[in-house]
């Protein structure tokens, strides 16, 4: 039995999702009016990308106004933990803490970030501990 794979984002979908998250639901039009204050791109290319985007899932169209609003199906959050587990998954082995301690000796964690981070670990160890 084949397994379903779950369609992840692409990065141009996930400016547009970082968009929505920001705006929230949101017409073709406004969303290409933001993206190219940023960046070079066709009113074209960001209708197609988010009719693309509604069929892997990613978006929902309400069909019952006009023009058509868009909005993301999944939150902001959702859609991290879905990346970093397939992140995890293919270039980590599985390992949670490979990753941690990757990222950490790569990008220099603010205080605020590393208490965070320890604030975590302990509740974890609570956790682990019940």
Do not use: N
């Not at 779950?6 to 141009?12: A, C």
């Not at 940023?38 to 309400?62: A, F, H, N």
């Amino acid at each position: 039995m084949k397994r379903e794979k779950k369609k992840s984002p692409t990065e141009v979908e996930l400016e547009i999702l970082r968009d929505l998250w920001k705006a929230g639901p949101s017409t073709v039009r406004d969303v290409f009016r933001r993206l190219s204050e940023t960046r070079k791109i066709g009113y074209t290319s960001v209708l197609k990308m988010m009719q693309i985007m509604t069929e892997k899932g990613l978006l929902d169209r309400d069909a019952t106004v006009r023009p058509q609003v868009f909005k993301p199906t999944k939150s902001r959050t959702q859609t991290q933990k879905h990346l970093l587990h397939d992140l995890v998954d293919r270039a980590f082995s599985g390992s949670a803490g490979s990753l941690a301690l990757q990222a950490l000796s790569t990008k220099k964690a603010s205080s605020k970030e590393r208490q965070q981070i320890r604030d975590l670990l302990d509740r974890l160890e609570r956790e682990e501990g019940k």
